[in-house]
């Protein structure tokens, strides 16, 4: 191990005394390890920077060329995520750049699309999807360089309102069910509001006005009275974990009877270790086909991957480390494309490198990421939404997440797999 | 005029007396600083240039905020939001009404000054804490407003805008916008020195230090505060328009309290009631950030780091910092920066002399 330490230290400073060799590819990575959505955005975060770490360290980069990833927290203010786009842009000349959250992604399509760097969200927005501007919906642009990993907001919501459908039937319930929207008023939880507000209708939900609560924890209680005063049956939670938590704890202590949908970003099982049994029987998107413990071809990579920041290799890895290995590796993978024949890898060649391939997994990730395909007029990868069940059976102050987990005090149990419709309809919104 | 000041006071007129400028020393150093700035975008990198954009337009703001705090004696915790009402203007005025950049600029700067007078109006009753509540109600409701008039600012998503130009030329990088930032520091600096030699500028000073006699001596109170609040939300207008068309996104979330409070320690740090000194405080503001994380970057993956287990709370060293730093300034250096430089200039000056 030691030898093998040393071998690879000789390698990096070999890497750093022969720079006209090979120059390194910048790449930004914008991260929120302090903001509102911190919670979500440092496993995530942490999973893009082992990923290409560990590109540079197995694979020696791109093509030979290793990657300069310039990592900025942000504090999820959108204004300092798009001060930091222009400084990158116009200083270190990045090619490629992993993003975050809504409302920096949406406000940088246009500084994107015009200095054509392709930019690999953890906004699932819909509104990035449209890529060719052929939507013709208001407010939304082609956004030809924005690319994520996983179904849109939109996408899932529309996923888990068809479960809701069916799980209402299967329930013999009678009457229609009510749907409620929760979240804060910013862009990230707006996202799929209209989306989710629209098809709950034409599915024969009563959709009752929205709720909202901020995206930071907090008292939530009299949100959950107006839950229950609304008779709500399902509601939507478009906030990240932290804030959700307060809700569902405040909700448990009301005493309100709802099934919680979960955003894909609202839950995971750092959250159900802070909600307790609060959080018990929340449905939830998964973006990969395993979680943390379970086994797949492609978990030795990523348990890998993992050891980057974690050398002992005990850490346990949240549904969004996965997550964001996934994103940061589609990324590496349209580069090498871009590479290929002697390439240069630039923007417009990394974009064509998300075009290259069909049903996309990237290589050494069998089993973990999900297939996703993405075609010059449409950036929904996916439209596969895998519904998960947060299960928390016990007492969950005690024992790490890894314990508890293994236990099986807290257990992430597939639901329903719902594949959507490629609706022509559907895209942008 | 003399190159240097004779000892003791020869003046004999107002006109000699309110001079900015009393050596022909000071007026050629005027100048020369403003030709080296003019050449700092040939040898100075983006990131530099991007600092000295930055310390621009903060330092116009910082510059309303020291003629209502610093001159006039009132006080406002919701200078940001007046910032943001500028950027947001600027922003709409050019996107909605199609009024070309370097127009809309000025423009955004009476909107907001109209603004600021609406809400400095509670200024003509009332003082100290009970003006600092009234205008912290303004950076709640001005920002409840950014969040909500969609037609306005585009709601919560904010408004992309364009870059300035003049005469077919985009002004769209570090280099060429340093120049119109210069220009409007220049102007809006020249423009406040001498707002304190006329009348009204005498008005506000006399409002300051003590208003009873102030009234006494036929000024009217009410409209002195007032109008106040006015150039100051001009000023922060203008400088968050400069803002919105440098960065070319404008959204709520920039325009906080903690913003404001952040203007309040420009000109504490940089000296109540000093022109300069706003410019001043508005550059150490921009650079401490930069040294601190120069020096956490240095901090980072070190025996200290390490020990202390800084790890991930190390970027906040830099929030706190600044907190110390304000602390600091008001234990030790309460005329700020301006009062400890013309400190320096003295020593100089009298040199070897000094007592």
């Known amino acids: 191990m030691s030898i093998k330490r040393t071998v690879l230290g000789l390698a990096v400073a070999g890497g750093f005394a022969l720079p006209a060799a090979a120059q390194p590819i910048p790449v930004g990575h914008l991260m929120d390890n302090s903001g509102a959505t911190s919670d979500v955005g440092v496993p995530y975060g942490q999973g893009v920077a082992d990923a290409l770490a560990w590109v540079n360290a197995t694979r020696n980069g791109v093509n030979g060329r290793r990657l300069n990833v310039l990592g900025f927290d942000y504090g999820y203010q959108a204004p300092r995520a798009v001060a930091q786009y222009q400084a990158w842009v116009n200083r270190e000349r990045v090619v490629a750049i992993q993003g975050w959250g809504t409302a920096d992604t949406e406000a940088l399509v246009r500084f994107v699309t015009r200095d054509r760097i392709p930019y690999i969200s953890a906004s699932y927005s819909a509104a990035l999807t449209d890529a060719a501007g052929r939507s013709g919906r208001q407010g939304v642009e082609a956004a030809p360089f924005n690319f994520f990993y996983g179904p849109s907001y939109s996408d899932a919501l529309r996923g888990m309102l068809q479960w809701a459908k069916q799980d209402w039937e299967r329930r013999g319930q009678q009457g229609r069910p009510r749907y409620v929207h929760m979240g804060a008023n910013h862009p990230y939880p707006n996202s799929p509001k209209e989306a989710g507000e629209t098809l709950a209708r034409e599915l024969g939900f009563e959709v009752l006005p929205a709720i909202q609560f901020a995206l930071t924890p907090g008292d939530y209680t009299a949100q959950c009275l107006t839950l229950r005063n609304q008779g709500a049956h399902y509601a939507y939670l478009g906030n990240t974990a932290g804030s959700n938590i307060s809700v569902l704890r405040a909700c448990q202590t009301a005493g309100v009877q709802v099934q919680f949908l979960g955003n894909v970003w609202g839950m995971d099982e750092n959250a159900m270790k802070a909600a307790g049994t609060a959080a018990n029987g929340v449905v939830f998107p998964v973006r990969t086909a395993v979680v943390w413990g379970q086994d797949a071809p492609g978990m030795q990579t990523v348990r890998q991957i993992s050891r980057q920041s974690d050398q002992a290799g005990t850490a346990y890895r949240p549904v969004h480390y996965l997550a964001g290995v996934c994103s940061a590796m589609l990324m590496v993978e349209a580069m090498e494309t871009a590479a290929q024949n002697g390439g240069e890898v630039s923007g417009p060649r990394i974009r064509d490198g998300f075009y290259a391939r069909q049903n996309w997994v990237p290589r050494g990730l069998e089993g973990v990421c999900v297939p996703v395909t993405y075609t010059a007029d449409d950036h929904r990868g996916t439209m596969r939404v895998a519904l998960y069940r947060a299960v928390v059976t016990g007492d969950t102050a005690q024992g790490s997440v890894a314990d508890l987990m293994r236990a099986g005090t807290m257990r992430i149990e597939p639901v329903a797999t719902i594949e959507l419709e490629r609706r022509r309809d559907w895209l942008g919104w | ?355």
């Open chain 2, 1 to 355: 005029m003399a190159v240097m000041t004779p000892a003791g006071d020869y003046r004999t007129t107002y006109r000699e007396d309110m001079t900015i400028f009393p050596t022909l020393g000071s007026r050629v150093a005027l100048w020369a600083g403003i030709a080296l700035l003019c050449l700092a975008p040939l040898v100075l990198d983006r990131y530099l240039l991007h600092l000295l954009i930055n310390i621009g337009f903060l330092g116009i703001a910082a510059l309303g905020l020291n003629i209502l705090v610093g001159f006039t004696g009132q006080i406002s915790i919701g200078h940001a939001a007046f910032f943001g009402f500028g950027a947001f203007a600027s922003a709409w005025l050019h996107d909605v009404l199609h009024v070309p950049v370097a127009l809309a600029i000025p423009l955004a700067g009476l909107m907001t000054a109209m603004v600021g007078l609406v809400f400095g109006a509670p200024a003509a009753r009332l003082k100290g804490l009970y003006l600092a509540i009234a205008t912290l109600a303004a950076q709640f409701i001005l920002e409840d407003f950014f969040a909500r008039a969609q037609w306005f600012t585009g709601g919560v998503a904010g408004r992309v805008t364009e870059p300035f130009g003049l005469f077919g030329i985009a002004f769209d990088r570090d280099e060429t916008y340093f120049y119109v930032v210069l220009a409007f520091v220049v102007v809006m600096f020249l423009g406040a020195a001498n707002l304190m030699r006329t009348r009204d500028g005498r008005a506000l000073v006399a409002v300051r230090d003590h208003y009873l006699s102030a009234e006494m001596m036929g000024i009217n109170l009410a409209y002195y505060r007032t109008l106040s609040f006015g150039i100051a939300s001009f000023y922060a207008g203008i400088g968050g328009a400069l803002y919105a068309h440098y960065l070319l996104f404008v959204s709520v979330e920039a325009f906080n309290i903690l913003f404001s409070i952040q203007f309040l320690g420009m000109v504490i740090i940089g000296g109540l009631g000093s022109v300069m000194g706003s410019l001043m405080g508005a550059a150490f503001m921009v650079l401490l950030p930069e040294v601190v994380q120069g020096l956490a970057n240095l901090l980072a993956g070190s025996p200290i780091d390490r020990a202390l287990r800084l790890g991930a709370s190390i970027s906040y060293l830099r929030e706190m910092v600044i907190g110390a730093a304000i602390i600091l300034f008001l234990m030790f250096e309460p005329d700020g920066l301006a009062h400890r430089w013309r400190l320096i200039k003295a020593y100089w000056k009298l040199y070897p002399y000094s007592h």
